[in-house]
Antibody, heavy 115, light 112 residues
């Protein structure tokens, strides 16, 4: 059974940094591109970016490219999202997904940016 | 970015009934390779989204044949027949043809 489990969320102050993790199981992690998607409190879905199966290539939403970094550790079957200089508009639930059709999603992790 | 417009925003249905949800894209979703990367997702209350349909009309593993997708180019439709209680939630369309992938605003399916 494919499972994606995110962690690392919480309350963070504006301007701070935060790193989210997503541990994958039930499939060969190193065979798949992976993505991050977020959902705002108003339920708008926004694609953040994705990363190639070997970690050699990434794509980002243009509006987030300078502040968010996606990486992975295939030995640990783990996907990461490094968020820097966070803003109130980054408040959302963050999901990791398999990139192919966004076919499997984690349970999500909430990030709240507030002073 | 490709703008995805879903209608209606909300829908009321009786159990056992049938509904259709429309999704329109601001640009053609036909990829250079000939595929059309239009998907449908259902987010049940308190849960993460789940994939229902991919590439317009292909049901994902384990998805009931009560769900069907159709359309081409910029106009797409999700039909749900014999609606069951477990079908309630918010439906999203999404495109993966052009970067960045984008989603519709969602259609909330409720009981009448």
């Amino acid at each position: 059974e494919v499972q994606l489990v995110e962690s690392g969320g919480g309350l963070v102050q504006p301007g701070a940094s935060l790193k989210l993790s997503c541990v994958a199981s039930g499939f060969t992690f190193s065979d798949y591109w992976m993505s991050w998607v977020r959902q705002t409190p108003g339920k708008t879905m926004e694609w953040i970016g994705d990363i190639k199966y070997d970690g050699s290539y990434t794509n980002y939403a243009p509006s987030l490219k300078n502040r968010f970094t996606i990486s992975r550790d295939n030995a640990k079957s783990t996907l990461y999202l490094q968020m820097s200089n966070v803003r109130s508009e980054d408040t959302a639930t963050y999901y990791c997904t398999r990139r192919v059709g966004l076919d499997y999603w984690g349970q999500g992790v909430m990030v709240t940016v507030s002073s | 970015d490709v703008v995805m417009t879903q209608t209606p925003v909300s829908l009321s249905v009786s159990l056992g009934g049938q509904v259709s949800i429309s999704c329109r894209s601001s640009q053609s979703l036909v990829h250079n390779n000939g595929n059309t990367y239009l998907s449908w997702y259902l987010q049940k209350p308190g849960q993460s989204p789940q994939l229902l349909i991919y590439k317009v009309s292909n049901r994902f593993s384990g998805i009931s044949d009560r769900f069907s997708g159709s359309g081409s180019g910029t106009d797409f439709t999700l039909k749900i027949s014999r609606v069951e209680p477990d079908d309630l939630g918010v439906y999203y369309c999404g495109q993966g043809t052009q970067y960045p992938p984008t989603f519709g605003g969602g259609t909330k399916l409720e009981l009448k």
